[in-house]
């Protein structure tokens, strides 16, 4: 099994929450760090450790992004990160898997399903280093993770909605080959 470690220069986490239940609005937060431990022969035994910098949340506008920041949702000052831990990865053919893992935020920890395809293994033209580029989906329900904070709209529904789509690209590089013995 080789480790791969997360490239955060060719990687990214994307959100996406209804704002008064009409339009999407859409982000990003910097992936920082991850561990891969990946065989693309024996993608089943696969397992991933990722780390995300919550105060690194970009949504585009400064004040929505402060308030993301703020106790009202991601509380940066006491939770400056998002951790995901997988447990399991179940294959659903030759490239696609569910990964089933553990996300934590705000110190809440709840299992999740990421949808993974893994595009591709393959050098590096610069340096010749083998990388692997994975494509991952979600959709969590962000009130499971005590991020509540909302406002009655006076047409019905509410500002923001509880379902925030996740979607991540991430570019892998191998560190290290172990041998089995």
Not at 30 to 48: E, K, T
Not at 84 to 91: D, I, L, N, P, Y
């Amino acid at each position: 099994m080789a480790q791969w470690k997360i490239d955060p220069a060719h990687s990214s986490a994307e959100f996406s929450a209804k704002h008064m239940m009409i339009t999407t609005v859409r982000g990003r937060i910097n992936v920082v760090d991850g561990v891969l431990d990946f065989d693309p022969a024996n993608p089943a035994a696969a397992s991933v450790e990722a780390t995300l910098d919550a105060s690194s949340i970009n949504s585009g506008v400064g004040d929505r992004d402060g308030h993301l920041r703020s106790a009202d949702f991601l509380d940066v000052e006491n939770f400056p990160t998002i951790q995901f831990k997988s447990t399991r990865v179940e294959m659903k053919g030759d490239s696609k898997a569910s990964v089933h893992g553990n996300l934590t935020i705000r110190d809440v920890t709840k299992p999740v399903v990421l949808d993974v395809e893994l595009l591709g293994v393959g050098a590096s033209p610069f340096d010749q280093t083998e990388r692997a580029g994975f494509v991952a989906s979600t959709a969590i329900n962000r009130e499971d993770w005590n991020l509540t904070w909302n406002v009655a709209l006076e047409a019905g529904g509410v500002l923001v909605s509880k379902d925030v789509r996740i979607s991540l690209d991430l570019q892998a590089i191998k560190v290290t080959e172990t041998v089995n013995a």
